[in-house]
């Protein structure tokens, strides 16, 4: 977007305050610039040169979750969430803002780098330095300590080729993200098993790490462009049907950015479209589950997949249109904030009632696992096609 392009569309917005209801930060604060239509007024301002850089119009657009719920709020259909990225854009390049930032995103952002932070971070615990490192008067970095405790034990790495147990002749490709890789190691597995006892081979392809939402949310579209280059490559020389996809962040990065040469589908609605007969037979599951909708998707397919499960008793969380906090990056860049919204959010858990919380989002599941571990629940974090996995594999049908 050229500054022009921002301008014509910052000027849609008639600063009507439609928006302010569905704001979780204007809700937190109260305050107008920390409402979608006062960021607008700050964009405007800064793209006009009305106002300098070092004043607080930064702070204000970096404690946005970029969650676009004033999107569907707003009558005039203002694309909020490009005028950020737009405008984080423009503060990083011409300033040169975040560089610590950006070399933590690049870490986090690529197979190996994140398999030798994970050796060393399990290094500086077995060694009790990091009880030490958690004291330290920095909320950014001991929230990423935290964080970094829902890491897996080991490294791993589940790139290559996995053949079908059928001879279909069907094969998807499947994407696990950067930071979804490691941390729902076990969604990953299930994924490749379900899919390949359903007669799909599986391609996970190296080099397809992430899909560069992290980066492009903080400004770095440069980094973020250049991830999206990499899966167009890979998925146009592939011969799959499918790239499928597990994270709903992710899902919708690709499909915004078109990254992807092959047809692009969630795995909730890949497994809600094939035929009957190809549907995985499901044990019945009598516990009372409660889904939440993560910002990058609202649509009905998990709940629809969910249902196929006998017995299993489905709520929605309350206030599920509110932003849990976790926000990609947000969960480390804003942590006061994005804990405030989580604790609103355990509010209603522990409300529900439900023995498993449901999510289809990476950093939402990572904010809610936190919240749990921190009030002493018992409450497990599950994406749905662990428990359509685990409902399946019971009935023993897997290898039939």
């Known amino acids: 977007m050229t500054p022009e392009d921002l301008l014509v569309e910052a000027d849609r917005c008639v600063k009507c305050g439609l928006c302010l209801t569905v704001c979780p930060t204007y809700r937190l ?20 040169k009305e106002i300098d850089i070092d004043s607080h119009a930064e702070q204000h657009l970096d404690r946005c979750l970029n969650c676009r719920a004033c999107e569907s709020a707003c009558p005039s259909g203002v694309k909020y969430g490009s005028l950020l990225d737009a405008s984080r854009s423009s503060i990083a390049t011409e300033h040169r803002k975040k ?13 190996g780098r994140l398999n030798y932070w994970i050796r060393l971070y399990h290094a500086i615990r077995q060694s009790g330095l990091l009880a030490l490192a958690k004291k330290l008067p920095a909320p950014r970095f001991r929230q990423l300590l935290t964080m970094a405790e829902q890491l897996p034990p080991t490294a791993v790495d589940r790139t290559g080729f996995y053949p079908s147990t059928k001879p279909t002749g069907k094969k998807v490709q499947l994407f696990t993200g950067c930071i979804g890789s490691k941390i729902d190691d076990n969604l990953v597995q299930n994924a490749i098993q379900l899919l390949c006892g359903l007669g799909y081979a599986i391609d996970i392809p190296t080099g397809t790490e992430c899909c560069g939402a992290m980066h492009r949310h903080n400004g770095f579209i440069e980094e973020a462009e250049q991830q999206c280059d990499t899966i167009r490559t890979q998925t146009a020389k592939s ?10 962040a992710c899902h ?8 992807s040469r092959l047809p692009l589908v969630s795995i909730s609605d890949f497994l809600l479209h094939l035929p009957d007969r190809e549907m995985p037979e499901l044990a019945p599951m009598p516990i009372r589950a409660v889904l939440h909708r993560p910002c990058s998707s609202r649509d009905s397919s998990d709940w629809r997949i969910l249902n196929k499960i006998p017995q299993l008793e489905l709520i929605e969380l309350a206030e599920n249109e509110l932003c849990c906090g976790a926000a990609g990056s947000y969960i480390l860049t804003q942590p006061e904030l994005s804990n405030q919204l989580g604790e609103m959010k355990l509010t209603h858990l522990k409300a529900s009632g439900a023995k498993i919380l449901i999510t289809t989002s990476t950093g939402c599941a990572m904010q809610f696992r936190q919240q749990i571990r921190q009030a002493g629940l018992s409450i497990e974090v599950r994406h749905p096609i662990e428990l359509i996995y685990k409902q399946w594999a019971i009935t023993g049908t897997g290898n039939k």
Do not use: C, F, V
Not at 99 to 111: E, F, T, V
Not at 252 to 259: G, I, K, P, R, T
């Open 29 to 48: 604060l109260a305050s107008e610039a920390d409402s979608p239509r006062g960021r607008i007024s700050l964009i405007q301002a800064l793209a006009k």
């Open 239 to 248: 011969s799959a049907q499918y790239l499928i996809t597990l994270a709903t």
């Open 99 to 111: 560089p610590l930032l950006k070399r933590l995103l690049h870490q986090l952002s690529h197979n």
């Open 252 to 259: 919708l990065e690709l499909a915004d950015q078109q990254a």
